[in-house]
Nanobody
């Protein structure tokens, strides 16, 4: 059974920081690209960051310079460090695991991040 469990969300003031974690089980973690997505109220889910199976990282332009993504293959964990948070970063953050860009992969249940102004 594949499970992705996010944690670390919460309420923070603008300019603050949060670190999201995603614990993964039921798949060969090191073979999967691990992504973070965000869904703001009334909007579609959008890509935020990815830590690839090859060791690379990608970030959406909106979070470059503020967010970093990392993974620990020994612990089956992926992290999203979010600094200098802005109210527009508010939303539900989802963890995703996929083998490649041609499959949707697996999703976690999401963790709420709320940034107050």
């Amino acid at each position: 059974q594949v499970q992705l469990v996010e944690s670390g969300g919460g309420l923070v003031q603008a300019g603050g920081s949060l670190r999201l974690s995603c614990r993964v089980s039921g798949i060969i973690f090191r073979n999967n690209d691990m992504g973070w997505y965000r869904q703001a109220p009334g909007k579609q889910r959008e890509f935020i960051a990815r830590a690839t199976s090859g060791g690379g990282t990608n970030l959406a332009d909106s979070v470059k310079g503020r967010f970093t993504v990392s993974r620990d293959n020994a612990k089956n964990m992926v992290y999203l460090q979010m600094n200098n948070l802005k109210p527009e970063d508010t939303g539900v953050y989802y963890c995703n695991a996929r083998l490649n860009a041609y499959v949707e992969g697996y999703w976690g249940q999401g963790t709420q991040v709320t940034v107050s102004s």
